[in-house]
């Protein structure tokens, strides 16, 4: 079984509807975060939580929120979507070492 | 985080030949990271770098943290086709700042 799951993994919505993504680990990492990929824009950063009592915003946080409702789940929410949020969205865990560890990722398309 | 300068931003390369790319960043990083991103995947960890200076090698590959520490190189040597996909690499600021700034990834595509 995959350490950084993600569901679901192809979403098609339209705009102004709420959304929700979902990403779960069995890796027992405290660090989870939520990046986006844009095509020629690697990956950005949009919220990170240290441990379930603890979230951070990153640097493209506007219309997203997060919940880390236990330590192996972080969800992230676009509470109305927009076309420009399109995009592949990745979970990922951290661990001691900082090294990171990527889900399989969700595509979102907004209409 | 900031941008990393990742370069080429493509590549074709006949199977067999080595082939480099490299970071570059305005500031210093206390650990370089290389993943690599299949189609429809998540990207996953090559090499990771910890040291000034130090190289690593995992198969095929080899990547070096540079002396500076603001930049960071990868070389596949004797590529073949499942070397195909896009290439990032990643930078820690700080010890005390756990958030990874990318590069905007390398794509790389091999002639067979």
């Known amino acids: 079984d995959a350490d950084v799951t993600q569901t679901p993994r192809n979403r098609i919505t339209k705009t102004g509807k709420r959304i929700m993504l979902e990403c779960s680990q069995t890796k027992g990492h405290d660090r989870m975060y939520w990046y986006r990929q844009d095509p020629g824009l690697g990956l950005r950063l949009i919220y990170y939580s240290f441990d379930v009592k603890d979230i951070n915003k990153g640097e493209i946080s506007d219309g997203y929120s997060v919940s880390r409702q236990a330590q192996a789940k972080f969800s992230l929410s676009l509470e109305s979507a927009i076309p420009n949020q399109t995009a592949l969205y990745f979970c990922?865990?951290?661990?001691?070492?900082?090294?990171?560890?990527f889900g399989p990722g969700t595509r979102l398309t907004v209409l | 985080g900031q941008q990393l300068n990742q370069s080429p931003q493509s590549m074709f390369i006949q199977e067999g030949e080595d082939v480099s790319m490299n970071c570059t960043s305005s500031?210093?990083?206390?650990?370089w990271l290389w993943y690599k991103q299949d189609p429809g995947e998540g990207p996953v960890l090559l090499i990771a770098?910890?040291?000034?200076?130090e190289l690593t090698s995992n198969g095929r590959l080899t990547a070096q943290f540079g002396i500076t520490r603001k930049d960071s190189f990868l070389n596949i040597s004797a590529s073949i086709p499942s070397d195909v996909g896009i290439y990032f690499c990643?930078?820690?600021?700080?010890?005390?700042?756990?958030?990874?700034?990318f590069g905007a990834g390398t794509t790389v595509t091999v002639r067979a």
């Open positions: 990922a865990t951290g661990s001691t070492t900082d090294t990171q560890y």
């Open positions: 990643a930078g820690q600021p700080s010890s005390n700042d756990y958030k990874l700034s």
């Open positions: 500031s210093i990083f206390n650990t």
């Open positions: 770098l910890y040291k000034a200076g």
